[in-house]
């Protein structure tokens, strides 16, 4: 039984035995206070017969568990709605902030794009730039090479008329690393030949043929052989001491 129905089992109780007492008092013949007690025993009679026992205590005891289920009920179906409209609400909360952040990490690999295409495109400017300056100073050297080399072939050179040749055009710092190369490659000899390779000349150019670049006598004029030979260790290593680095390393160049 619930506490409502223990108490109003109480109070009806109490008002019972008053009742009975008001009754009892009349039957002895006690004197009573006031003409009413009659009235009063009469109502009293009445809370008494009113009092739910048996059957009637368990219909009332099932209808507070009625009340009590149904008030459990609603509040559970209060929390859910709660719960699911809080779902829904951090449901839409996620999806704005994957949005956000899918829009933030769009904008910044294009970013990142643009900063990649931006650096290759100055890279290649600055590559062809420097293959420009690159050039210019090959054809100043040639240019130089030419006026100070002789373009009258002999029928023959010796090595200090070589040597004197090649000190007109080697920049002097870097003679040393010139001469380093061609005294391993041939020894000063404009007609060596490589018996294996055919390799040719002062700097045992492979293919030998293409030397012509510098001139048409590259067989024969050791002259055209140096102008070729500064040309490609210039070209292809800065210097001939950039070309000697690489041969001691390498044992060729």
């Known amino acids: 039984m619930s506490r409502i129905s223990v108490r109003g089992f109480a109070v009806a109780s109490a008002t019972a035995v008053t009742t009975v007492g008001a009754v009892v008092g009349v039957a002895s013949g006690t004197p009573q206070d006031s003409p009413n007690d009659f009235e009063a025993a009469a109502a009293g009679a009445t ?31 209060a929390a859910k709605k709660d719960a699911e409209e809080n779902a829904r609400v951090q449901a839409a909360k996620d999806a704005v902030s994957k949005q956000q952040a899918a829009k933030q990490a769009k904008a910044e690999a294009k970013a990142a794009a643009e900063a990649k295409a931006k650096a290759e495109k100055e890279a290649k400017e600055r590559e062809e730039a420097e293959e420009k300056e690159a050039a210019s100073r090959s054809a100043t050297r040639s240019t130089s090479a030419t006026g100070s080399l002789p373009t009258t072939a002999k029928g023959s050179y010796s090595i200090a008329e070589i040597q004197s040749m090649a000190r007109a055009v080697v920049p002097g710092d870097q003679y040393q690393c010139f001469s380093n190369i061609v005294d391993h490659e041939s020894d000063w000899n404009y007609k060596a030949v490589n018996p294996s390779s055919g390799a040719y000349g002062l700097f045992q150019a492979l293919p030998a043929s293409k030397m012509i670049t510098a001139g048409a006598d590259w067989q ?8 070729w030979g500064l040309s490609y260790m210039e070209e292809r290593y800065g210097s001939p001491c950039g070309a000697w680095d690489f041969w001691q390393a390498n044992r060729w160049y």
Do not use: R
């Open 47 to 77: 809370l008494l017969a009113e009092i739910p026992t048996g059957q009637q205590a368990q219909v009332m005891t099932s209808s507070l568990t009625q009340q009590a289920d149904a008030q459990a009920i609603a509040a559970d179906s």
């Open 220 to 227: 024969t004029n050791p002259a055209t052989q140096i102008k």
